[in-house]
Structure formats: structure tokens, C-alpha cells
């Protein structure tokens, strides 16, 4: 299929798990050379399609490409200045084999999107010679099927998600995360805390020192990021974890399965080993 610069490449027996495209006919497609193509509007964490063109690339060898890209649409619900991150992966099925040919882009996974870029693609998805090419099952009775799959996570007006409370030694607690960190962290690292989360039940003189555990769960292997600690909670101190608890490339890695469909796993373990409670 020959290789392009900054593009990688990829086999998966498993199909993409958010939007899929069997387009028929396709020859009535390729016939509009330079044409935009779009596909029906699907969800992933946001409103988005894909469109697809068929463009002349005169420095290249097979210079006749395949080129997809990811749209966003319905913006006007998000807040002025609003900024997407996203990584993604475009999909096609080889049709002999059952499985998927996978592309994205090597160099930047995550892209940025906003009010002026509302597309990101790839230009030389796959040569319009090895795409016709039967042997290689992409296009079969002039059928193929294509895909997509986002991980949109942060959006830079959500600065904290926050988890639903839950109740240890009679006292309510919640975890924040910070998507694109925080203090010392902002921009580059992902940062989790523990909190109290109904502060008026404690007295200027309350005191509660519990000994706890944050961990965001590895999906695929199982080897966890985990914090331990030990912190004495009180009316001004009110919240405690990590500002840098793991890079924002690290969490953002696919492979590290620490984000899988738009979902991170967080966990909590909070011990109570003393309360302090004025007289």
C-alpha cells in the first residue's frame, strides 16, 4: 500500500467503535475527483462526521489519493472560546480478510479543535491504485466500509469533573479530576484529588485524618496509576492529591488504556483512623 511520511498504519480485528460507513457505488463517488463527501452526523463525546475526498497529489508516485477527515458540527451549543482535544483513528475494512486497516496520524495523535479548525484529516489516507486493487478487499462489487473512532476527552471549558459522593466514616467525599491539570500541573499533567464534599459538617475544630488511595484504572492491562497518601482534613484544609499526577501524554496514549471510548476509570479508598470533634 506504500508508506506515507508521519502516518501510521495498523491492522485491528476489532471493528471502530463509533461510527461505521458502507458506502455502495462507490465508483459514483471517485467520479467527482476533488469533491467533498460527507458522511451522517454520529455522537462521540460531541457532534461529528466524516468527509472524505478524492484528491490529485502531483509529488507523489500513486499520486491519486483517498483523503478523510473528521468534522465537527453543531458547535453553536458550546461556550464563546470553546477548544476540543481529540484522537482519532480512521477505519476501513478489508473485506477478505475481516479485519481493519487503521490510519492515523504518527506525528500530532491529538488534535486541537476550535471556531476556525473545525477539520482535521489525512491527506494520503490510502492510494486511490491500492484502494481499487480487489486482492486487497477494500473495495469489493463496488462496496467498502469505512470508520471512525474519537477519543475526545478535554474540552477547556470543563476544567474539573467531579465524581458522585460517597460516604466513609459518616463523612461525604468526592474525587476531582482535572482533564489539562491544574496549579503546577496545568498544561501538562492530569491532576486528581480527594475532597470533602459537604464542608458544613465541620466545625472550625474538626479534625479527620484518613489515609487514602486514588488510582485511574489501566482498561487493557491492568497496570493502574496509583497515589497513596495521608492527610489531616480540616475546616481550611479541605482537599489533598496530586497536581501532576500522570503526563497528559501518558494519559492520553491509547495504548495505555487509561482512556478507552472517551471513559477513564477513577477509583478512591479512604481509611478514617481518627476524628477530632470540638466539645
Known amino acids: 500500500m506504500g508508506e506515507v511520511q508521519g502516518v501510521a498504519r495498523s491492522i485491528s480485528n476489532a471493528p471502530p467503535a463509533h461510527y461505521t460507513l458502507k458506502i455502495q457505488l462507490f465508483s459514483l463517488l471517485e467520479s467527482t475527483s476533488g469533491q467533498k463527501h460527507e458522511s451522517a452526523e454520529f455522537e462521540a463525546g460531541g457532534k461529528w462526521y466524516v468527509s472524505s475526498f478524492s484528491i490529485n497529489h502531483k509529488n507523489v508516485k500513486d499520486h491519486h489519493s483517498l483523503s478523510l477527515y473528521l468534522d465537527m458540527s453543531n458547535t453553536s451549543s458550546l461556550k464563546l472560546g470553546w477548544e476540543v482535544y481529540a484522537v482519532f483513528r480512521f477505519f476501513l475494512l478489508d473485506q477478505n480478510k475481516d479485519n481493519y486497516l487503521v490510519v492515523q496520524d504518527a506525528l500530532l495523535k491529538e488534535k486541537r479543535f476550535h471556531g476556525l479548525k473545525l477539520e482535521w484529516g489525512i491527506d494520503q489516507f490510502l492510494s486511490l491504485k491500492a484502494f481499487n486493487d480487489a486482492s486487497n478487499g477494500y473495495l469489493v462489487e463496488e462496496t467498502c466500509v469505512f470508520g471512525a473512532e474519537i477519543e475526545n476527552f478535554s474540552k477547556s471549558d470543563t476544567e474539573c469533573f467531579e465524581s458522585k459522593v460517597f460516604v466513609t466514616g459518616d463523612q461525604k467525599w ?3 479530576l482535572y482533564p489539562k491539570g491544574r496549579r503546577h500541573g496545568n498544561g501538562s499533567h492530569l491532576s486528581l484529588y480527594l475532597v470533602i464534599a459537604d464542608s458544613t459538617t465541620l466545625s472550625p475544630a474538626s479534625k479527620i485524618y484518613a489515609e487514602f488511595t486514588l488510582r485511574i484504572l489501566d482498561q487493557v492491562q491492568a497496570r493502574h496509576i496509583v497515589g497513596k497518601g495521608n492527610y489531616l482534613f480540616n475546616a481550611s484544609n479541605q482537599e489533598t492529591g496530586w497536581a501532576r499526577f500522570a503526563t497528559l501524554s501518558y494519559f492520553n496514549e491509547p495504548g495505555n488504556g ?3 471510548t472517551d471513559v477513564c476509570l477513577v477509583e478512591a479508598e479512604v ?9
Open 258 to 260: 487509561l482512556l478507552v
Open 271 to 279: 481509611t478514617i483512623h481518627g476524628i477530632a470533634r470540638a466539645l
Open 174 to 176: 468526592k474525587i476531582q
